[in-house]
């Protein structure tokens, strides 16, 4: 079959971008029928002169801009966005589920005790607008309190300059304990600068979550960052297939395809717990500390002058999980970050997750994730 010509204006300069790209290649190397022609370029930036004339097949574009959007129609070429702006709204569009982004940073804050939250974004973006809407609808229907901060677009009124005193002051003003979820994990960087500033110790006063997770931003941050991991590269082979099929000359529909975000990736910035019971923070401190080094429920019971009955059900009250659960997924969540972030096999990965043997890992990551370590792993290579 002939060699297809596909221009990718997507940039390199994010992680979320770079996964979109590593699942265009993903799709590239399975299939071998695409010559990609890929632009170096910022997000947003000014659509290369050679698009005018391009005698390609097809376009997969973050369409961020009116005159992005203006050369990719003039093109006349099948093209699938994957931008939130909805610059054209009648071609078919790939982005990430926001509502079970928001559902998982709320929830992740409330397996914490938090139970007052906050969120801040940039009303620039449709999806940082989405995300905050879906984070105070997720936090509301769990009874939990969201205050705002609305980041408006930069104009010379507008600079970060004037922002960040006013960000800074909301910073502040925040209650303790308080759950933070940036729209991004470059806007979170910033926001834990601030909270050092206004001497807010994250976690424990203020808890911090991003989303993208860029592993050097998050990793390189302090403390490193939270973040979660939304499926661009699921997104990036999701919309080459799409692409495909349009070049086939199949009709595709103008709607948008929404793919749900694979977890999150827990560091330090919400390494935390916070309840009114001193028993049940000590204990579930405890599970936090060392559920990977192989303890028991028996352990942390040891660690109250309560029943393990007892301790059952009001840590359950409390954190929504028992402490066999929050030890579970404490491992769970440490096996995956080795999976994402290491070459280990996994019966290193299992024992420095508390667990005996390779094959209780597989078991109880199957269980807990729907797929075995190996293809998680995969996922991210």
């Known amino acids: 079959m002939q060699q297809r010509s596909v221009a990718l204006l997507i940039e390199s300069s994010n992680e979320y971008a770079r996964g979109l790209l590593r699942g265009v290649l993903r799709y590239q190397e399975e299939f071998g029928r695409w010559k990609v022609d890929l632009p170096e370029q910022h997000r947003g930036a000014d659509p290369p002169s050679w698009l005018r004339r391009y005698p390609g097949d097809g376009i997969l574009a973050r369409i961020e801009t009116d005159k992005i959007a203006q050369a990719v129609r003039a093109t006349g070429l099948p093209t699938i966005d994957l931008s939130a702006a909805r610059r054209l709204p009648d071609i078919p569009w790939l982005e990430t589920d926001d509502q079970q982004i928001a559902d998982l940073a709320v929830e992740h804050f409330r397996e914490r005790g938090l139970r007052t939250l906050a969120f801040c974004g940039e009303t ?164 936090l500390a060392n559920a990977c080094s192989g303890i028991r429920v028996g352990d942390v019971v040891a660690t109250t002058s309560m029943t393990r009955r007892a301790l059952e059900l009001r840590f359950k009250a409390m954190l929504g999980k028992t402490p066999h659960e929050m030890i579970v997924a404490t491992r769970i969540q440490r096996a995956e970050r080795l999976l994402r972030e290491t070459s280990f096999p996994l019966d290193l990965i299992a024992r420095r997750c508390g667990i005996e043997h390779a094959e209780y890992l597989s078991v109880m990551f199957r269980k807990q994730r729907g797929i075995t370590p190996g293809k998680y792993r995969d996922s991210f290579r």
């Not at 930069?154 to 970060?160: A, H, L, N």
């Not at 925040?174 to 759950?179: A, H, Q």
């Not at 500033?197 to 998050?218: N, W």
């Not at 977890?263 to 916070?274: K, L």
């Open 124 to 287: 620039e973006f449709n999806w940082a607008c989405w995300r905050r809407d879906a984070f105070v609808a997720a936090a509301g229907a769990r009874g939990l309190e969201v205050s705002v901060y609305d980041i408006p677009p930069e104009t010379p009124r507008t600079t970060w300059a004037r922002q960040r005193p006013k960000l800074l002051r909301w910073i502040r003003d925040l209650p303790s304990p308080c759950g933070l979820m940036a729209a991004y994990d470059s806007l979170a960087r910033r926001i834990l600068d601030l909270c050092d500033e206004a001497g807010r110790s994250v976690p424990d006063s203020i808890a911090v979550l991003g989303v993208d997770d860029d592993p050097l931003l998050c990793r390189l941050a302090s403390p490193p960052l939270t973040s979660v991991i939304p499926d661009a590269e699921q997104a990036g082979y999701v919309a080459a297939e799409l692409l495909e099929k349009m070049m086939d000359g199949a009709v595709v529909p103008a709607t948008g395809t929404l793919l749900p975000p694979i977890g999150i990736s827990t560091r330090r910035s919400t390494d935390t717990v916070a309840v009114d019971d001193p028993e049940i923070e000590n204990a579930a401190r405890y599970i």
